[in-house]
């Protein structure tokens, strides 16, 4: 398998424009996770989903952030407005269900690196 | 609310030298523990995790942890540095209904390997 895959891995814009990233998780994972990664606030969840449905949003920072997961294989996550604030390392993680006694394990993307001007 | 604390944003030490990265998590009940590294401009990777069991947890690259339940700490330790260990290292927890893995996330600590 080749991962999680992200996209873009870096990207440039300006203020007030709109960003999406992509992510590909680990094909047959159940659990999709968003994290954000910052020098001041270091590594933030945003939100994650299970089966494509979103379970908890509630470190999503502000209405300008949403988070789709149209299917098993694809999610996105979208700035609309960017501001400089949001310049950050947003990282896409997936994983499988384990069973009872186990513990689910993140395997995550490379990230992509988001810088707003 | 599940928090995790590591202490010192920096380590440094001399090639050969004993690792030592230190954890202390607060939680209401023993929770699953992580450790992973993140090499620059790469994605985490794990180490080690502990969830059950022998509280002395073996991960790759020669690193190990122990789970101490009286000192609520999951310190991280090898040997002997090497100058690829250079990174950095983060150490979270999760519940034990793991939710899928959702993980709270230390600040991280940087790792220096001096020649």
């Known amino acids: 398998d080749a991962g999680v895959i992200q996209s873009p891995r870096h990207e440039v814009t300006e203020m007030g424009q709109e960003v999406t990233l992509r992510c590909k998780p680990i094909?047959?994972?159940?659990?999709l996770f968003w994290y954000r990664q910052t020098m001041m606030r270091g590594l933030e969840l945003l939100i994650y989903?299970?089966?494509?449905?979103?379970?908890?949003d509630s470190g999503m920072p502000e209405d300008r952030f949403s988070a789709k997961m149209p299917n098993a294989s694809f999610s996105t996550l979208k700035i609309q407005p960017s501001e400089p604030r949001d310049s950050a390392v947003y990282f896409c993680?997936?994983?499988?269900?384990?069973?009872?006694?186990?513990?689910?394990?993140?395997?995550f993307g490379a990230g992509s690196r988001l810088t707003v001007l | 609310a599940q928090s995790v604390t590591q202490l010192g944003s920096h380590v440094s030490v001399s090639e050969g030298a004993l690792v030592l990265l230190r954890c202390n998590y607060s939680?209401?009940?023993?929770?699953?523990l992580f450790w992973y590294v993140q090499y620059p401009n790469q994605g985490l990777q794990l180490l080690l995790k502990?969830?059950?069991?022998?509280?002395l947890v073996k991960g790759i690259n020669g690193f190990e942890a122990e789970f101490k339940k009286s000192e609520t700490s999951f310190h991280l330790t090898k040997p002997s540095a090497h100058m690829s260990d250079a990174a950095e290292y983060f150490c979270?927890?999760?519940?034990?209904?793991?939710?899928?893995?959702?993980?709270?996330f230390g600040q991280g600590t940087e790792l220096s390997v001096k020649p």
């Open positions: 993680a997936s994983s499988l269900q384990s069973g009872a006694r186990g513990a689910n394990v993140l395997t």
């Open positions: 094909s047959g994972h159940d659990y």
């Open positions: 989903f299970n089966n494509n449905v979103p379970i908890d």
């Open positions: 939680s209401s009940v023993p929770p699953y």
């Open positions: 502990y969830t059950t069991g022998a509280t």
């Open positions: 979270a927890v999760s519940d034990r209904d793991n939710q899928g893995g959702k993980l709270i």
